[in-house]
T-cell receptor
């Protein structure tokens, strides 16, 4: 149990466009999901906490208007990178909190902005 | 906020040897400590975790120890195999409840290489 999926796994977009990444908990409900960003050979940096039915909580330094998060159901959270620029290229990973069992991560989405 | 330090950054062992990775944390409110294994291009995979009411936990070749007084915890892998090669991350999280529940602070990661 505790499987988390992400879609797409890889995406290439042009500078100025927006990209939506989906995170789904497949076999459990998650009232809380987290979005992380990971640079090559670096650790995971928490971007925001996504709570079902309420606004996301962003970490210091993360632009909420640029990284839009929506957690519309107990199994789905989405991250939309708006007006993407090359510096937004990164590996984006979500995790879903399974109460009493811990956080389970998705496989990640590789975003490349050209 | 929480700060997690992880050492070593790289670790190279021979197949069959043991590997130990250590982490320290700063926030005494943390009481959940998971370890993740991340292979190249993939998301982190939870391999073992420990809560602050337990000093040691073991799952086959993997064990984790926790010293809450000293604020450090360690991952022990015995009888290492080449497929154990990956990046390992420790993390710390505060107690259940509250707005920080489930919020993980990660260590810097350890690149483990197991040579056949």
């Amino acid at each position: 149990g505790a499987v988390v999926s992400q879609h797409p796994s890889r995406v290439i977009c042009k500078s100025g466009t927006s990209v939506k990444i989906e995170c789904r908990s497949l076999d459990f409900q998650a009232t809380t999901m987290f979005w992380y960003r990971q640079f090559p050979k670096k650790s995971l940096m928490l971007m925001a906490t996504s709570n079902e039915g309420s606004k996301a909580t962003y970490e210091q330094g993360v632009e909420k208007d640029k990284f839009l998060i929506n957690h519309a159901s107990l199994t789905l959270s989405t991250l939309t990178v708006t007006s993407a620029h090359p510096e937004d290229s990164s590996f984006y990973i979500c995790s879903a909190l399974a109460r009493g069992r811990g956080s389970y991560f998705g496989p990640g989405t590789r975003l490349t902005v050209t | 906020g929480e700060n997690v330090e992880q050492h070593p950054s790289t670790l190279s062992v021979q197949e069959g040897d043991s590997a130990v990775i250590k982490c320290t944390y700063s926030d005494s409110a943390s009481n959940y400590f998971p370890w993740y294994k991340q292979e190249l291009g993939k998301g982190p995979q939870l391999i073992i975790d420990i809560r602050s009411n337990v000093g040691e936990k073991k799952d086959q070749r993997i064990a984790v120890t926790l010293n809450k007084t000293a604020k450090h915890f360690s991952l022990h892998i015995t009888e290492t195999q080449p497929e154990d090669s990956a990046v390992y991350f420790c993390a710390a999280s505060p107690n259940a409840g509250g707005t920080s529940y489930g919020k993980l602070t990660f260590g810097q990661g350890t690149i483990l290489t197991v040579h056949p």
